[in-house]
């Protein structure tokens, strides 16, 4: 399988690559990873003219604090993520997600800017981004926004990037030292998307839950965030009856589509179970 | 489309060819550089028999431009062997432990596997499994393959290799 044919462009600075993009316009497709790209590439799903590789540019690498916030680089891969000691110590959630995405090679090339930035319900970090209360910072020729990942998506690859912007990093607020956290995601096999996937941040206090995110993967056109589920587990500890609650209102929420994964009722079904188990493993770790 | 003419090291060696942009490095490396023990199994980006190392990365081969690999270094199976020819020991734990059996996932496993070995030297059973996850192999099952790298680990960290009891 061969892609068709595109011009190759590589520019060093994050402003020649806005301007390429702006100029270009619909014919161009800004190349991170390339994992998700590529391949639709070489099926012919996908066919631009023109390749932004945003390999050249190095500010769009890494992983920093500032103060309370982890900042990371669009480029920055899911290797490096795993390999960060920052990552490991303020935002373990990323850790746990990230080596649910794929598979080591893919781990080495995929970027956490691809993953969230393309739209596709079946990524693992928008919902997570969303439960963490993330955003994003898009570029473009006429500046720089900050748009929240609660706000970004909008339909299946639909967001709320402008033609000729690009998601350049990532903001993220550093979880209350104590917070318990899981990802729970349930799917056929390694580097398959979810059937169905849950990610849950809470705190606690006295025994009882103080503040709680749960975030939805691939169970809608988009990323969700089950608010309701999130309300009914505050103030309790986490009992039977409240995880019910919780579950049956997050699944109230899920409208996946049915696929090779399993139906509709399936997938919300096991969607449910991917909300408890997020909420028991989350509160086990909490303190 | 008008070609771009590219350099890289391949296996400690300067190379150099002129590609299409939308050239795949699998392509590169096999029909250019005539290294076909390199393998193109699905070309989805699932089976890993393309995976090469590059800059220090397992890369599925399949899934990157040659364009993208201008100035990198780059291990294919070719240049896995020791110096003077002799197997390295991730060759001979294959060979020792029956690690392959039509072999065409062989390339790919061994090249992840030395990537592998040089993050964690001394990886557990779990960790193998988990790090050769995005290769498949349709003949083994896996078992020897794993005792295969756990044969190459030993080996390496020069201790005695013991199978594990099944």
């Known amino acids: ?287 | 489309m008008a070609k771009t003419h590219i350099t890289m090291k391949v296996n400690g060696a300067e190379v150099e060819g002129l590609v299409e942009p939308r050239t795949l490095l699998v392509h590169f490396i096999r029909e250019n550089l005539s290294l076909t023990g390199t393998h193109i199994g699905c070309e989805t980006t699932h089976c890993g028999a393309c995976t090469v190392d590059i800059d220090g990365m397992s890369v599925k081969s399949c899934t990157m431009f040659a364009v993208q690999a201008q100035g990198s270094d780059i291990m294919t199976i070719e240049g896995v062997a020791n110096a003077d020819g002799s197997l390295s020991a991730l060759q001979e734990g294959f060979r020792m432990m029956h690690g392959l059996q039509c072999g065409f996932c062989t390339p790919g496993m061994i090249l992840r596997a030395h990537r592998l070995l040089q993050e964690n030297p001394s990886p557990s059973e779990e960790e193998i499994r988990m790090g050769i996850s995005g290769n498949i192999c349709r003949c083994t099952g896996y078992q020897n393959i794993v005792k295969a790298i756990q044969y190459a680990a030993a080996k390496i960290n020069g201790v005695e290799f013991r199978e594990a009891a099944e």
């Open chain 1, 1 to 287: 399988m061969i892609p068709g044919p595109f011009s190759y462009h590589r520019p060093a600075t994050l402003a020649d690559a806005v301007k390429l993009l702006s100029t270009l316009g619909d014919e161009a497709r800004p190349l991170a990873g390339g994992h998700s790209l590529v391949p639709m590439m070489k099926l012919r799903l996908a066919s631009p003219e023109h390749l932004v590789d945003l390999h050249g540019i190095a500010g769009l690498k890494g992983i920093r604090r500032d103060g309370n916030t982890i900042v990371i680089g669009a480029m920055t891969t899911q290797h490096e993520l795993l390999a960060s000691d920052e990552i490991g110590k303020s935002l373990p959630i990323l850790d746990e997600t990230a080596l649910l995405i794929a598979d080591p090679q893919v781990r080495y090339r995929g970027t956490i800017g691809g993953n969230v930035a393309n739209g596709d319900p079946g990524n693992d970090m928008p919902a997570l981004m969303m439960t963490l209360g993330a955003s994003y910072r898009l570029e473009g020729a006429s500046g720089a926004r900050e748009v929240a990942a609660a706000e970004f998506y909008q339909g299946a690859y639909f967001t709320a990037l402008e033609p000729g912007e690009l998601l350049t990093s990532i903001s993220i607020p550093v979880p209350a030292t104590g917070h318990g956290y899981a990802y729970e995601k349930l799917k056929r096999k390694v580097g398959d998307y979810a059937t169905a996937a849950a990610a849950v941040v809470l705190t606690m206090a006295g025994g009882k839950v103080a503040t709680c995110k749960i975030g939805l993967t691939n169970l809608s056109e988009t990323p969700l965030l089950a608010e309701d589920a999130a309300k009914a587990v505050i103030g309790t500890s986490l009992d039977p009856a409240a995880l019910k609650i919780a579950a049956a209102a997050a699944v109230a929420i899920m409208s996946p589509a049915a696929d090779a994964r399993g139906p509709v009722e399936y997938r919300k079904h096991v969607g449910g179970i991917m909300v408890t188990r997020a909420l028991q493993r989350a509160v086990g770790r909490a303190s």
